[in-house]
């Protein structure tokens, strides 16, 4: 016979782990918002949290009743996840979001502040280049043109010896 005081200490843990439950399946539903994953992926996450439920469900069971399963187990594990539910999902779930936002902007921020030395450095090297690339180009397509003169001369001469030869 097991007293009444372990008969509530095993009421309490399974409500524990009620409660834990919500709050994973809350995590489950930010990371679906999140991600919104395809058909197959969808298949594998519902496999993957269902798995952790369990495992967490056997934990709790095993920690406050040595794995006896009782009626009482069951309604501390609904009555958790109702209590979660209904009383602190929501703020779970906004600190949770909120949380993320600002760790978002923060790791956008410290990517521009990583970036920032990179641009810096390539406006330094494009702006002189650019600068130098207009003034020099005119004097590039002269020194290119006077280059391919000889070729030119070359084919226009054999072009007007084979007219000059077809004409006869």
């Known amino acids: 016979m097991i007293p009444i005081s372990q008969e509530a200490y095993i009421l309490l843990a ?4 009620g409660i834990l439950i919500g709050f994973i ?6 990371f679906r918002k999140i991600f919104n994953p ?5 298949l594998i996450q519902d496999f993957l ?11 709790v069971l095993i920690v406050s009743n ?8 069951f309604l501390g594990f609904v009555i958790g996840a109702a209590t979660y539910t ?12 909120f949380v993320l936002r600002i760790l978002r902007s923060f790791f956008l921020d410290l990517y521009q502040l990583i970036k920032y030395p990179f641009v810096v450095g390539l406006c330094l090297i494009e702006v002189p280049y650019s600068y130098c690339k207009s003034k020099t180009k005119p004097i590039y397509y002269k020194t ?21 030869f077809k004409k006869k």
């Open 66 to 73: 040595q794995g006896a399963l009782r009626f009482y187990n």
């Open 86 to 97: 209904f009383f602190l999902s929501e703020i779970v779930t906004n600190a949770i979001l």
């Open 144 to 164: 290119r043109r006077y280059f391919k003169l000889p070729g030119r001369i070359i084919k226009s001469s054999k072009k007007n010896i084979n007219n000059y």
């Open 38 to 42: 395809k058909k197959i992926a969808t």
């Open 14 to 17: 399974t409500i524990y782990g």
């Open 49 to 59: 949290f269902w798995l952790i439920i369990s495992v967490v469900a056997f934990y």
């Open 25 to 30: 399946y809350d995590l489950y539903k930010i």
